[in-house]
């Protein structure tokens, strides 16, 4: 990936709970905008498919600033998609 990403330690931890690679994430991510191109700011991102570990999309919620993505926190989203 171009952009610099880095993990948050409450992000590590919830990987880790849920045993969420740190291939995982990112690919979330690029598969919803390739490009990478969000603006500065929060964003969140429900993956459109379901992880074969959990049976549940991977729901990830990261910050963008000056070209660094932070992982806040990555989960199962239990209830699914609304």
Known sequence: MEQNIHF???AKRRMKLYNLSEEDVPSVIA???PKLNFSEGKHQIVSE???SRHGYPIKVVFTCESGTITIITAYPLKRGVK
């Open 49 to 51: 498919t379901k992880f």
């Open 8 to 10: 948050s330690r409450h």
């Open 31 to 33: 598969c919803k905008n």
